[in-house]
């Protein structure tokens, strides 16, 4: 290595801590348990540069958060994420001995008292920096006299502040209905941005339950339909029990509905629950019937489905069980997703003012 690389490194590094300092964040380096922090006075209002920072990410883009590794929970029982589906989840990454962070806890329990009851959910992870802030004790006392009601939780090992790739004191993340991150801040400051972000995705939420409140009562059949394999057989073509109750997949473009325009309604085939409306279904280009939205989110269950070495989502028919197909995170507005449907699952009926 020649000296003026070694010199562009040093810059490199110098620059960053002064980053860092400018935003009002302390730097923890990467390595190990033994973090070397500084915890550096700073203006509020500075911005790490970076596209992944203050910016509202698009649905589209946002990449699903990881879920929180195990740790102590003091001001709530163990929570996931998986479970918190539905909510604006903010989680903030802080330790009590960093007063970088500690100079954000006002805007937090104002946020938390604000809009707790219209759906947002805050999480601290502790993810300590010496070694007294990995004693439980010290963190209950601490999350006791600094007046925090939302959950806490301990991350002595650095597991979730490893898989969220966090590099400093404190961040703050928020995760849209769908548990994916839309929008990053790393320090102090920025407190009227991040709370509008917040108000977004809230508002978001809103647009959502309010499409699928169009869906006309009692359109969802709440009894569950259990039958044999035997008389599944005896119901459904081959191809609808191959795709129903053995998880099958037709080819793509070869199903009855992929290129349907029509305006109706999409039944289950097996038991007649309505499961989706033309007016969500678009072209995907996958040779599937693709939808962005369930007529209603009870229609539906999903399901891990790890078969073929990749996780997936399996969507079935709530009533009876049948196997649909799958949903992935990539599709379009409102909701940026995409069930991927077997036309051999559904059965079509137009819609009688269309006729
Ligand atoms: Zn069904």
Not at 26 to 45: H, I, L, M, Q, V
Request: glycine letters at 8%.
């Amino acid at each position: 290595m020649n000296y003026k690389v070694l010199l562009l490194a040093s810059t490199v590094i110098v620059s960053a801590g002064l980053i860092y300092a400018l935003a009002g964040a302390s730097k923890r380096s990467g390595a190990g348990n033994a973090p070397s922090a500084t915890a550096t006075a700073g203006e509020s209002g500075a911005d790490v540069p970076g596209d992944a920072t203050d910016v509202l990410i698009s649905a589209r883009r946002a990449r699903r958060a990881p879920e929180l590794a195990a740790g102590d929970w003091i001001n709530s029982e163990a929570m996931t994420l998986a479970s918190l589906k539905g909510k604006v989840v903010l989680v903030d990454f802080w330790t009590f001995g960093c007063y970088n962070c500690r100079n954000t806890l006002p805007a937090l329990k104002r946020w938390d008292a604000s809009y707790r009851g219209q759906g947002l959910t805050i999480i601290g992870v502790h993810s300590p920096e010496f070694d007294r802030e990995k004693v439980l004790a010290n963190v209950q006392r601490e999350v006791r006299s600094l007046g925090i009601n939302y959950p806490v939780v301990t991350d002595n090992e650095y597991e979730t502040w490893n898989a969220f790739d966090i590099h400093a004191w404190p961040t703050v993340i928020l995760l849209d209905k769908q548990g994916r991150i839309r929008w990053t801040h790393i320090g102090e400051g920025m407190y009227t941005e991040t709370e509008n972000a917040i108000k977004k995705l809230l508002a978001e939420e809103s647009e959502q339950t309010k499409t699928t409140a169009r869906v006309p009562k009692g359109i969802v059949m709440t009894d569950k339909i259990e039958k044999t394999d035997e008389e599944w057989r005896k119901e459904l073509t081959p191809e609808q029990y191959y795709v129903t109750r053995e998880k099958g997949t037709e080819r793509a473009f070869t199903g009855a509905y992929w290129d349907n325009h029509e305006q109706g309604i999409y039944y289950c085939v097996a038991c007649g629950q309505a499961l989706f409306g033309s007016d969500t279904k678009y072209e995907s280009g996958t040779g599937w019937p693709s939808f962005y939205q369930p007529l209603a989110a009870e229609s539906v269950e999903t399901e891990t489905d790890d078969t073929l070495g990749v996780r997936r989502t399996e969507v079935k028919c709530h009533r009876c069980g049948a196997h649909l197909g799958h949903v992935f995170e990539d599709g379009p507005r409102p909701t940026g997703l995409r069930y991927c449907m077997n036309s051999a699952a559904l059965k079509f009926v137009k819609d009688e003012e269309s006729k």
